[in-house]
């Protein structure tokens, strides 16, 4: 006989719909997004119940038929069990435990009644209101411990009567709260608490990093995100390829397709495949591949083709619309996988065998023309084609130009319309864009005309060690398929010599961008000086040095303070952690990251890495980038390199649990 299941639905105050979405912060949604992530840890664990979470406002119909309208809705079974304020936990486990028949868990109940208050505190107490599954309340925790502050905790996950003091003091049911007589903050604001519990103010690189800290994964609610997931990929697909997102990017980005791929290689190989070809597709005569590929049936871009004049290089291919800037080429790395992951062999060598004279001609055309000195560094032309568009290391290159264009005004209105204010560059920065694309398609993408006189021209270090590693993934397809693996090891081993010549900064311990026009190093402290440690193209001396930079340096590596690494060094003072690329948490570079310090023998920071990549979607779905310090989700929503990349970790974090439990059971039997 089947045993019997309980659905529980968490509709939460989040989402959009149309031309609307939801920004602000639902701390009854938190709390019950907190309360059961505790039940499924604990009491429902193991009985057959599933938690599934939804964005309320991309479903606001579906509780509102039940009788649901105001979130946080949670229906047990599809009927509504509460709605609007936290769910009483006690009754919740009892309703739970009818459906399920099970007495054992009806006297689990218990556990979860009122706690008594505490007894009456001194005015310097510090008393903390929160929860142990709320991500937020652990990091606040662990940072008062790290400080040896003492405190008393309250889990208003656990006892209505330390919700009621939390409404009664704060207004609020927002967690985590620290309490000291009638003062109290919200969140975990470190500069904050430092001033409430009377420490010495911080903004000093951290070192008390817990490598052991990891956040609590939940197995099913990572299966529900893992189909969401999924669906994500599958509704942003339009004309059989998948958009970047629906609204903002509404065709095939470069490096995008790469990440997509990936996590289609978990669940539909053939999709993966197409995404690749589609993109190849565009690839010009001369090996370049575009960083965007129109679909003249999606919606309006800008810039669109008309802007981008592509045709003018007269190396686009019949019957395709492209920009003419490449992108990161993250294809090889990205693909390789299907050796493992496509449980068709033979379909994956076809596969292979296909894409590799692309994939070469691709790495060919960046050393046939954009390494004009045969150095072994490529050369970017645009914010844009380093896929870091505003990172702050562009500042100083784009400095130099002072040209306006008529393009800002559109540009500006595009970014109004689909996107949050503060969240993208800047009027005077969009000028500076446009101006170079005019500067390319003059030049009819006449490279080397443009490398003698082009105002912006860097040698990123992100750009140069993804190609890096990409050439030695290339090496492995080219075994696999029966061409020459050689030339692509002699390159990959190339590039990382220049690296470790021309890009290391000994003074700081790491590498650095080059500014090819100004002829010196760009020294910001960006995470992206990092990257070499994915690529495995760090010289053996320089490995251990970068990652004990990356350790003490302000980028919260295993720290409470944050929900996983941010993309510019937090103590720096224009680091801003809404700003795009100067300060969010993405999870491409997190990926990246998580890959080089396992490479380097650091697995408790790659896990702690991936951990809170993982509880990031599960937890807020899939953004294009994340607050570092609250972890909410910024930019597009839906965002497929997002949703890709969480497969790819969620795969993994599967596999290795899998083999622990396979290896406790060989511990046990020995
Ligand atoms: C962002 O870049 C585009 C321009 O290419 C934009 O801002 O309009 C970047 O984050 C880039 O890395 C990404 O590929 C693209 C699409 O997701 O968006």
Redesign the pocket.
Known sequence: MKSPTVHLTLYRHAGTFLFLKIRKRCEACDLTYVVLSRLMAEAFQGRGVTLTIKPWLNNWWKPLWRGGWHAPILLVNGTVFSQGVAPDVPGLIRLVASHLNDADLTARAGDYSSQPRPLALSAEAIVVYGSPACPHCTRLILYLEANDVAFVLRDVSSSAMAREELKDSTGSLQIPVLRKGDQWISGMDRHAVRELANLESDCEPSTAADSEYRPLIVADQLATTVEQAKRVLRENQFDGQTR??RRL?PHQ?N??TGFIARGYLHFDAEQAYREIRSLFRAQWSDGFLP??VFNPNAQDHFPGPEYWQADRSGRVPADVSTSGIS?PPVHATMIVAALDLDPDKDRALRFLNEIYPKLKALHDFFFTHRDPRGEGLVTAVHP?ET???NAPLWDEPLSRITSTSSWSRDMQRRYDELAQHGERPPRTYIAKYSFLVENLFRHDYDWQAILSRHPFQVQDILFNAILCRAERDLATIAAAVGADSAPHIERAVRIARAMNAKLWNPDADTYDSYDVVADRHLRRETIFSYIPLYAGCCDADKSAPVVNRLRVRCFCLADHNCVAVPSYDMCQADFDGEFYWRGPVWFNINWFLAKGLRRHDQPELADWIEHSLLQLAIRDGFYEYYSPETGSGLGASDFS?TAALFLDLAANWQTSRDSNDHESKEDHIA
Do not use: R
């Open positions: 970047a997102s990017y980005w490096w995008d960083h965007i992108q844009w896929g870091i568009d390199w």
